[in-house]
Nanobody, 120 residues
Framework: QVRLVESGGGLVQPGGSLRLSCAAS????????MAWYRQTPGKERALVAA???????RYADSVKGRFAISRDNARNTVYLQMNSLKPEDMAVYYC??????????????WGQGTQVTVSS
């Protein structure tokens, strides 16, 4: 079955950086689009960044220029490099696999998420 394991979250000061990782298994990773979402209490999960199997990327406006999504098909892992972090980036971050049609369409596969806390 599909398994997605997020890691790399933690506490960081405003302006700092974190790199999240998502190890995937149970499907053909290299053929799948991948994405990062985030969720804060009381709000729905929101798309942060997505990457197609061919490498095309898409970002939420709020993170453009600060976050970068990448993938390593040899390791079945997708990454999210987060720079210049702001308090409003604080959330639980999840990865997901899905379909790319010019935009990302997620499957209903969610890991446990990883908490990112941005605070001084």
């Amino acid at each position: 079955q599909v398994r997605l394991v997020e890691s790399g979250g933690g506490l960081v000061q405003p302006g700092g950086s974190l790199r999240l990782s998502c190890a995937a298994s149970g499907f053909t990773f290299s053929n799948s689009a991948m994405a990062w979402y985030r969720q804060t209490p009381g709000k729905e999960r929101a798309l942060v960044a997505a990457i197609a199997s061919g490498g095309m990327t898409r970002y939420a406006d709020s993170v453009k220029g600060r976050f970068a999504i990448s993938r390593d098909n040899a390791r079945n892992t997708v990454y999210l490099q987060m720079n210049s972090l702001k308090p409003e980036d604080m959330a639980v971050y999840y990865c997901n696999n899905g379909v790319w049609t010019g935009m990302f369409h997620p499957y209903n596969n969610w890991g446990q998420g990883t908490q990112v806390t941005v605070s001084s």
